[in-house]
């Protein structure tokens, strides 16, 4: 499945940001879905995931926990990272990815995902 990422951008420290993640797949609710995010300097690290159809399951990286949602709308083969109360920490570029594998799990593990996004750039100005 080929995916696409947009809605970054410049926030200033305490805004919101809603990324968007489309899939070119109608199948796309077979799918898990996850936000990884890399910070200039920094390893790629997982940020969400969300399992397979309607989305039940859900699991967070502590530093995002309490401000980030995951979700997704398979009528839409899209799925989204609302992120509020936006810190400088969160600037990064933000990448979603895929699983076809036991989709009906979630996963922070990066190698466990077959396909990728190109990114989107967030920057938090404090």
């Known amino acids: 499945v080929q995916i696409t990422e947009t809605g970054g951008g410049l926030v200033d420290a305490g805004g919101s940001l809603r990324l968007t993640c489309a899939a070119s797949?109608?199948?796309?609710?077979?799918?898990?879905a996850a936000w990884f995010r890399q910070a200039t300097g920094k390893e790629r690290e997982f940020v969400a995931a969300l399992d397979w159809g309607a989305g039940s399951r859900s699991f967070y990286a502590d530093p995002v926990k309490g401000r980030f949602t995951i979700s997704r709308d398979n009528s839409k083969n899209a799925a989204y990272l609302q992120m509020n109360s936006l810190k400088s920490d969160d600037s990064a570029v933000y990448y979603c990815?895929?699983?076809?594998?036991?989709?009906?799990?979630?996963?922070?593990?990066?190698?466990?995902?077959?396909?990728w996004g190109q990114g989107t750039q967030v920057t938090v100005s404090s």
């Open positions: 990815a895929a699983r076809s594998r036991e989709p009906w799990a979630t996963s922070d593990q990066a190698n466990e995902y077959d396909s």
């Open positions: 797949s109608r199948t796309f609710s077979e799918y898990a």
